[in-house]
């Protein structure tokens, strides 16, 4: 089923309201100072079916210029609009500014009605056709039908729903995408349900229960229930005009222009790329860092316009500028939105977003502007590979990247194993791939670092992971490690023995650092299983210049395994007593440390250190009786 929303625009007092009664018995105004006044002030809706069953909602616009901005609130929703204009009166401000904010907004379809023409002489109604026609000229409505209405007498009526519904039928469908967006133009509270809000659900679907986040704030939210043109439904689509209930917030909580969407869908920001484009009849300008009013979705914001290539931006003209916002929103890419001067208020342009959250950029960098263009224009490889760029430091996934710049999901691991290819992205794991400009930054920063170390350390096989992992400065050890990874398969280092060191280093001994290694290890030798108090061989030999480096180069190389704070032992007595413990453990269902002690010859320290650096290790394990192999060989199960 196709889903639309019909709006309406034009002058105050051109029969817009009344209309819409005429079509749908529905009064769109609901306030009382609307009905004494006679004037739309706020939104009003209604609907009206077709023939074919389908059902659309229609948004009904105040057309005074005191609120335009309310108008500009339900005018980003419509997919078709009637461009009302009074046959007594003809074109007047409202129309041309009307008119001006549905062709910036990108709407592609629309009637134009001119009402009220049992006021006027066929004559004159023609005439006031030819200068609409005039307006029109170069817009989305050029070639729009145009229908003369008489609510008074119920004329064109029956025309106007044909005209209406074959209109609808063209539609082209909403996105149905996996992720929903609500933005929300009315916020009220019903006695029995608690917070009530509407709006038209620009894309995706919502279900009763569902579990979402209420933006820009980022506070999760649970819909108890949906209402679709009044009536309770289960699920909404994307061109449905929907009332969501909202027990858990209060009508102080929630306010028009925030936005109901999935859950990590949106980014709250303050800054957004965009494509900004003058009117071609205003007689403003907007200067570099000029303050104007933004309005997008349902939202009014104020901010200033960064132009990035000129320094002031005139009427017809459109160039690359970053809006830099007083407070954060939430947008998408492809979004579109309208600026007005910021005093006195009228609308002077607008544009359609390019990134929905970047980071601050330098004006006239001849990089930035061809990121921009890339952003409008390029390739999906090619904006693949500018966000991967832009989000540096972020280590944002494939889905991530996709959800922050509107790159298509489905093409998007193919276009980063090209840039794989290309040595333009590195991956770094199944999802994960960061620019190579980046990647190249920490290998660089890893081999600063390692050569420092190298030079401070040169008996030592490398620097420990921990540290690595600290000097590399991310946040997430996990995106060290990967880091790392990757520098190791690139060859440009390598791991030993939880050390890290550059991919070529290796410890180089001197004539006298040979010396002490023979010595040391001679002793360790000849000691067995009753080695020195550690502490105390190495004071006998303090006098001796590098002997304690030379002694942690032989602890790092496991040429000596050191057991706990107290001793060490050479590796050969260590595989030694590793190979007598599974000889008693194959004999014995528990092997005893007072038994162990005596099949070694050793003391009793020594037995426990080692029985205790096997359980640390993962070789033994602990039982109420003793210890036993943690994995026994393969059939000795029952002995």
Request: hydrophobic content about 35%; proline content about 3%; charged content about 30%.
């Amino acid at each position: 089923m196709r889903y639309g929303i019909i709006g309406t625009a034009g002058h105050v007092d051109h029969g817009k309201t009344c209309l819409i009664q005429a079509l749908t018995g529905i009064d769109t105004d609901r306030l009382k100072e609307e009905k004494k006044r006679g004037i739309t002030i706020e939104l009003g809706f209604a609907w009206m079916d077709f023939p074919d069953g389908g059902r659309v909602g229609i948004v009904d616009v105040p057309g005074h210029e005191k609120f335009v901005k309310n108008m500009l609130a339900g005018a980003g929703g419509m997919d078709l609009v009637m461009l009302v204009v009074a046959a007594d009166e003809g074109v007047m401000p409202q129309t041309v500014e009307h008119l001006d904010i549905l062709s910036i907004l990108g709407i592609r379809y629309g009637v134009i009605v001119i009402t009220k023409t049992d006021l006027a002489e066929p004559e004159l109604v023609a005439l006031v056709e030819e200068d609409i026609r005039e307006l029109v000229k170069d817009t989305f409505l050029e070639n729009a039908p145009v229908v003369p209405v008489s609510v008074y007498k119920n004329q064109g009526l029956d025309i106007l729903k044909e005209t209406l519904y074959e209109m609808y039928r063209k539609l082209p469908p909403r996105k149905e995408g996996t992720h929903f967006r609500l933005p929300i133009d009315r916020v009220f509270t019903m006695k029995g349900f608690g917070t009530i809000v509407t709006g038209t659900l620009s894309e995706g679907k919502i279900r009763k229960g569902q579990e979402v986040v209420l933006y820009p704030e980022n506070r999760p939210v649970k819909i108890r229930s949906i209402q679709v043109h009044g009536q309770p439904e289960d699920t909404a689509c994307a061109g449905q005009r929907v009332a969501v209930n909202l027990p858990d917030r209060t009508k102080d909580e929630v306010f028009r222009g925030d936005v109901l969407a999935s859950k990590g869908s949106l980014f709250p920001t303050r800054m957004a790329d965009v494509l900004l484009t003058m009117l071609r009849h205003t007689e403003r300008t907007v200067k570099n860092g000029s303050r104007v009013h933004i309005y997008h979705g349902t939202r009014e914001l104020l901010g200033k316009a960064v132009l990035l290539d000129r320094e002031e931006l005139k009427a017809g003209e459109s160039c690359y500028a970053q809006l830099r916002l007083e407070e954060e929103t939430v947008l998408r890419k492809g979004d579109r939105f309208v600026i007005r001067f910021y005093s006195p208020a009228e609308t002077i342009g607008g544009g359609v977003v390019l990134d929905a959250c970047p980071g601050k950029h330098r004006r006239k960098d001849k990089e930035v502007l061809e990121a921009f263009r890339i952003k409008e224009k390029g390739t999906l490889e090619e904006q693949l590979e500018i966000s991967a760029l832009e989000h540096w430091g972020c280590f944002c996934t494939l889905e991530e990247l996709a959800l922050r710049s509107s790159l298509n999901r489905s093409s998007l691991k193919n276009a980063a194993l090209k840039l794989k290819e290309k040595k333009q992205l590195v991956k770094l794991n199944e999802n994960l791939y960061i620019h190579r400009r980046e990647f190249e930054h920490y290998r660089k920063k890893t081999e600063e670092f390692l050569n420092e170390f190298h030079k401070a350390y040169p008996l030592k096989e490398g620097m420990g992971i921990e540290e690595a992992r600290s000097r590399l400065g991310l946040m997430d050890s996990r995106r060290a490690d990967e880091i790392f990874l990757a520098l190791k398969e690139e060859k440009v280092i390598k791991e030993e023995n939880g050390c890290l060191s550059k991919k070529r280093f290796r410890v180089v001994l001197k004539e006298d650092e040979d010396a002490m290694v023979q010595e040391i290890l001679k002793h360790y030798l000849e000691a067995g299983f009753a080695p020195l108090a550690t502490e105390l061989y190495i004071k006998e030999h303090r006098s001796q210049k590098k002997f304690q480096a030379v002694f942690t180069s032989l602890l790092n190389k496991k040429a000596l395994i050191r057991l706990d704070g107290q001793y060490c032992i050479h590796r050969e007595y260590y595989e030694k007593a590793k190979n007598s413990f599974a000889e008693m453990a194959a004999h014995c269902p528990e092997v005893v440390l007072g038994e162990y002690r005596d099949y070694l010859g050793c003391s009793r320290k020594v037995a426990v250190a080692l029985l205790e650096h096997f359980d640390k290790n993962g070789y033994t394990r602990k039982t109420e009786g003793g210890r036993v192999l943690k994995y026994p060989p393969v059939g000795s199960e029952g002995r």
